[in-house]
Nanobody, 127 residues
Framework: QVQLVESGGGLVQAGGSLRVSCAASGRTFSRYAMSWFRQAPGKEREFVAGISRSGGTTYYADSMKGRFTISRDNAKNTVTLQMNSLKTEDTAVYYC????????????????????WGQGTQVTVSS
């Protein structure tokens, strides 16, 4: 069982930066590929960024490339999403997600494969 708790959401002006973090419980964090998803009002949950178990492989949705950076610290059981050059369309609830992975290089991009979800943290970007 893995429990995920997000933090760091808030209100920021367009063009600004924000960092959201996810703290995971349990001793098996390093066995999980970690991802961030987001969901805006009236829209489906969408993939934002993912990172492999080892942290050596990352993948981003096209609209986030060059602006967002995902990282993890397996010693501290945390995964972080650094968001720069934020746009109003980035406004959403951001969810941390964990999927057990046998491979150390796989990145999970589909919400259908997720084993555990965090409760979400609101990110609001004002114009």
């Amino acid at each position: 069982q893995v429990q995920l708790v997000e933090s760091g959401g808030g209100l920021v002006q367009a063009g600004g930066s924000l960092r959201v973090s996810c703290a995971a419980s349990g001793r098996t964090f390093s066995r999980y590929a970690m991802s961030w998803f987001r969901q805006a009002p009236g829209k489906e949950r969408e993939f934002v960024a993912g990172i492999s178990r080892s942290g050596g492989t990352t993948y981003y949705a096209d609209s986030m490339k060059g602006r967002f950076t995902i990282s993890r610290d397996n010693a501290k059981n945390t995964v972080t999403l650094q968001m720069n050059s934020l746009k109003t369309e980035d406004t959403a609830v951001y969810y941390c997600a964990a999927d057990f992975a046998w491979s150390t290089t796989v990145v999970v991009t589909s919400a259908k494969n997720i084993d555990y979800w965090g409760q979400g943290t609101q990110v609001t970007v004002s114009s």
